[in-house]
């Protein structure tokens, strides 16, 4: 059964840079579409980012330009790379894996994903 955790959040000010990353144990990332998803409190869990299992890339428009999804599939890793970022971006973030997907496939629904996370907390102050 495959295992993600992730780590990398925290507390940042509006304009800075984090970098997520997320360890993918018990198979091969690359045989799972991946993807990035966040919730705030209140708010329903939203896609932010995913990734086919050939490296194809999805951002969210709300992400896109300061966001970027990527893999080391040497080290199991997928990574989001945040930056300028904004007040409303606060939320916990979350890895998610889906089995079964297509070479090709990109996933952003938090159903079709069958695997989760624990989620890293990102906090942006004004």
């Known amino acids: 059964v495959v295992q993600l955790v992730e780590s990398g959040g925290g507390s940042v000010q509006a304009g800075g840079s984090l970098r997520l990353s997320c360890e993918v144990s018990g198979d091969s990332i690359m045989r799972y579409c991946m993807g990035w998803f966040r919730q705030a409190p209140g708010k329903e869990r939203e896609a932010v980012a995913s990734?086919?299992?050939?490296?194809?890339?999805w951002h969210a428009d709300s992400v896109k330009g300061r966001f970027t999804i990527s893999r080391d599939n040497a080290k199991s890793i997928l990574y989001l790379q945040m930056s300028s970022l904004k007040p409303e971006d606060t939320a916990m973030y979350y890895c998610a894996a889906r089995s079964g997907c297509g070479w090709y496939t990109l996933v952003s629904t938090p159903t079709e994903f069958n695997f989760w996370g624990q989620g890293t907390q990102v906090t942006v102050s004004s």
């Open positions: 990734m086919s299992r050939v490296g194809n890339t």
